[in-house]
């Protein structure tokens, strides 16, 4: 089964990098520049899940967890943050806000696999 994963990342370097180690396990990576460009792009598509930064222009992974959530169509959709962040507050206003799980930046591509098939599936 091929998942669909909405990336959404103010770095595109980090884009290409989770692209790099998605494509190859068989995901379609659709990817965004920040929480706004992900709330458009999100329009057209129906994701298995979404990874967002928390750390971006305009809109920052928070508020794009609550544009999201605020959405009835992708109210169940899984969403892990993948930041460099680590301070357990973060994390908890993420979990309030409705994230699904949490990864700290740089990540192992593998684990990144396992972890978007684990909250897919």
């Known amino acids: ?19 790099l180690a998605l494509l190859p396990a068989g ?12 709330i458009e792009v999100l329009e057209g598509i129906e994701p298995d899940a ?14 794009f967890i609550d544009a999201v959530r605020g ?4 109210r169940a959709t899984p969403i892990l943050v993948l930041t460099t962040e680590a301070a357990p ?10 994230a699904t799980g949490w990864i700290v930046k740089p990540f192992d591509p593998d684990k990144l696999v ?6 897919a599936s």
């Open 1 to 19: 089964m091929t998942l669909e994963i909405l990336a959404v990342d103010d770095s595109r370097t980090m884009r290409d990098m989770i692209r």
């Open 27 to 38: 995901f379609t990576v659709h990817t965004a520049d920040d929480g706004v460009h992900g």
């Open 89 to 98: 507050e973060l994390k908890q206003r993420a979990r309030t806000a409705g």
């Open 71 to 74: 959405q009835d169509r992708h």
């Open 114 to 119: 396992k972890a978007l098939q684990m909250i």
């Open 50 to 63: 979404i990874i967002t930064d928390i750390n971006m222009p305009r809109m920052d992974g928070f508020g």
